[in-house]
């Protein structure tokens, strides 16, 4: 089965009988997909029958517009998971650095090159990237993985660590991967971007996708914005002819033209976090982070880590358990910022979660 993600489908045969399930496990836009996304999934079906373009151009212009980088420095791919194997694939390193916690298909798709994965672990204390990692990039390192915001934190890193980091890697001839796949959930999201690095940086790679911001987690679109074209093309020749289908292509453009969803989306998300964050700490809840579009968070006393997971299953809530990430136990969790209506039934499971401890 590999490693366990979030989703209903990862629990399934452990649900109880009863009516459909609030799904908190998975971090996409709670508003569903983008109207003009989906209506382009539509209008493209007739062009099924037909081979998707293997280059993606008119989706790669469209994305390159919207950063207002060099097509050619855009690589699109079945969902970033896919970029993140094609890049692995690719440089083949020896060793490679990760931090934890952090999105575990980093290490798997390390591991299955044979790659010798060093472990930075994030001090417990606030799961925030620290100076202590510069000391880890060192010349057995062939490449580092990075995640801003972090997945299950919801923590960005700090932009000046990033820049430090960034000329260390290259002053070693280390390829540096910065995954941003939730920062457009951010208040400000060029606010904590990389991407101003890329022009000074020609081995770094930045990680995006409209999985998670477009909900778009079933078509599989996602892309990476590279130092330089050589990189990017050395990219988009690893992998499958055709990693992105007719229908991707043409909603990931729609997409990119929804301005007033995306502002939606983020508005939505940023006064629910709050509340969210506000509620949970008036539970005794400690929460640990989330700055994108969850909570990190940790249950202590008022809360059985035993048996808490379960207890929201059977009122029909699923959550997030942690315990899989590197470095974390059963009493951490991770939740996503759904519409009103459902984060209000999320806090009134948590309230009769507690309530039935002696």
């Not at 079906?45 to 469209?62: N, Q, T, W």
């Not at 508005?267 to 629910?272: I, K, N, R, T």
């Amino acid at each position: 089965m590999g490693v366990m993600h979030g989703g209903i489908d990862y629990v399934r045969d452990h649900l109880p009988a009863g009516g459909p399930v609030l799904d908190f496990s998975v971090n996409v836009s709670p508003l569903g997909m983008s109207p003009a996304a989906a209506c382009a999934v539509i209008r493209s079906v007739s062009d099924c029958g037909k081979y998707p373009d293997p280059f993606c151009r008119s989706l790669r212009e469209a994305i390159a517009r919207s950063l207002g980088v060099a097509a050619g420095r855009v690589v699109c791919g079945n969902g970033a998971g896919d970029l993140i194997y094609r890049i692995v694939q690719l440089k083949r390193p020896r060793r490679a650095l990760v931090t934890a916690p952090t999105f575990s298909d980093y290490e798997k798709a390390l591991r299955e090159v044979s790659c010798e994965v060093v472990c930075h672990e994030l001090p417990k204390s606030d799961f925030l990237l620290d100076e202590q990692i510069l000391s880890k990039i060192n010349r057995g390192v062939q490449l580092v993985f990075l995640c801003s915001p972090n997945n299950p934190t919801g923590l960005t890193a700090d932009n000046n660590l990033l820049a430090l980091i960034a000329r260390r890697c290259n002053e070693r001839g280390v390829t540096l991967v910065i995954d941003e796949c939730f920062n457009e959930f951010l208040d400000d999201p060029p606010a904590h971007s990389a991407l101003p690095l890329l022009p000074e940086f020609g081995d770094m790679i930045i990680l995006r996708a409209f999985t998670k911001i477009y909900a778009m987690a079933g078509l599989r679109l996602g892309y990476c914005v590279t130092g330089s074209a050589r990189l990017a093309a050395a990219i988009a020749d690893t992998g499958q002819a055709w990693p992105v289908s007719v229908l991707a292509q043409s909603a990931g453009i729609a997409a990119l033209g929804d301005r007033a969803y995306l502002e939606r989306v983020r508005g939505l998300v940023s006064a629910e976090r709050a509340r969210m964050k506000a509620e949970f700490t008036r539970l005794g809840i400690e929460v640990l982070g989330g700055q994108a579009n969850f909570i990190f968070f940790r249950i202590g006393r008022g809360f059985d880590k035993k048996t808490f997971f379960d207890s929201l299953l059977r009122q029909r809530i699923l959550i997030r358990r942690c315990d899989n990430f590197r470095g974390l136990d059963d009493s951490y969790y991770r939740s996503a910022i759904l519409t009103p209506d459902e984060n209000t039934l999320l806090l009134q499971a948590v309230v009769a979660s507690a309530s039935r401890l002696p």
